[in-house]
């Protein structure tokens, strides 16, 4: 429904308690007070908001309607919205608010129309309607929320209908996961009450993403299921490469490019088909991004086709309802968030299927730095679901998991059902997995050492830098608890932390993606002068005078402070 396109005013605001008397401004009078850089008041209230009934689905008048200076709204086209730099203090506690509320810029999202244009991300090859098969299935569109931010739910659900053939949706399932924000009570039943595909499900209780999901697909009546997060935009022309994939083969899932909405000024920023990523894990079972692998490559002529992924980051996928079904859903022992996406990848190449990534589909997501919501407490809810999964599906490979986690497994519940379900679809083993879908995993069965690397002499140990710091990679007190202080020394002579190798190109000792072409990350230890001798440099490791950062020196075996060792360093 693009009906209100040309003004958009009303819609956009977020209604909040009706008690709380605040000021009414009108976003059209909050934006124009944004271009004057004098954003003096904040767009928080409008009361009229969920009283304007929106236009009906059906009525297409709007096509002649004149669409006046559409430009002329904050973010359009996915440009960012950047806030002036000295704010009016109310301005400013707002905007904290926003941020403390939900990990992104909730104001400046509320300053965006909630059917904002986006470029067009894709390659002139997909948008050729003869690629796609005539008679795509439908699908139902299941979007879970938890205390979702007004607009950015209201635009995830716009840019759905606004931006999908109307006969490819069946409905819009929106799971309400025992949210207490005000503004997702009533108003979000009166907001659709016009949108006949707009189906909204309250769950009785918190259940988290994963049950959420759950209850969603219990509505689902359509072929196809489609999941997208509530904080997403689906760009034009997302739908039909997802469908088409799943029409030519009901195994295949499929999960569009996922583009970033940047947190803080909702920038939408596309990636280009070369630069489409896969996705993979590490042994703390935690998501990763890769580009394409060589092999992948070489199956395709343009960088536009579907190419083949290990895993799914989780959140936006469609899967034949029947295969998902047939593959048990989703584990309903997972609780509130983490490891589904990995259980259902797993699931997906073992038990017959295929997952894909298909650079056709774009979808941006806001990605956060951190979970605003509430988790459970006194359980670690992640390491629970990431058991569950490591028992079920990985085999023997579930060892390298645990060793991670110290060896302590915690309760984990009851998983036999899911064992029966595995046993029961015949499902291939976690070693074929390894081998055929995700070659490239370093296995920590195939480290020469694994472990601390203590510098010895002193109680100091190399310690890892948080993931996405460009620190210098230091030193710090051996723990003897693994984490940061777990290094593998691979048969090729890197210094690995799953992905990541220790580098060094004459400055800093870094971590570095690892390349697999040696040089500034090739390190040979010799257990007999305990020196750890770096290859393109020729110099070696060493702790400096002061015992609080590594240098490097040339090799001399008399200086102690050169002398390292190695965790579990097997010599054979
Ligand atoms: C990623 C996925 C997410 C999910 C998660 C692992 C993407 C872009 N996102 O994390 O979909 O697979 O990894 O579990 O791939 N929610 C609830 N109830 C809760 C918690 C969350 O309904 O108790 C909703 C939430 O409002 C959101 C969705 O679940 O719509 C995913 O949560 P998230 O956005 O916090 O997860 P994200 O993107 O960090
Ligand atoms: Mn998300």
Redo the contacts with the bound molecule.
Sequence with gaps: DVADRAAPQEADVPPTAKHKRVKVIPRQQAVDSLHRNVAAVVPVEDKTAHKQPPSKEDDKSFLDAPVANLEDNPGEMGKPVNLPKDMPPDMKKAVDDGWSKNAFNQYVSDLISVHRSLPDPRDAWCKDSAMYLSNLPKTDVI??????AWSVLIRTVHSVLDRSPPELIGEIIL?D?YSDMPHLKRQLEDYFASYSMVKIVRGPQ?????R?RLLGAKYAKSPVITYL???CECAEGWLEPLLDRIARNSTTVVCPV?DVIDDTTLEFHYRDSSGVNVGGFDWNLQ?SWHSVPEREKKRHNSTSEPVYSPTM????FSIDRKFFERLGTYDSGFD??????LELSFKTWMCGGTLEIVPCSHVG?I??KR?P?KWRTGVNVLKKNSVRLAEVWMDDYAKYYYQRIGMDKGDFGDISERQKLREDLQCKSFQWYLDNIYPELFIPGDAVANGEIRSINTNMCIDAPKTGDEEPVSVYECHGQGGHQYWMLSKTGEIRRDQACLDYAGKDVILFGCHGSKGNQFWTYRESSKLLHHGSSGKCLAINEAKDKLVMEECDASHLRQHWMMENYDSS
């Design positions: 979007i879970c929320f938890h205390n979702e799971v996961d918190r259940e988290g993403l994963i959420a997060d509530s904080h996922i998501f980051a989780g959140g936006l509130i968030w983490g490891g589904e996406n997501h990605f956060r979970s919501y």
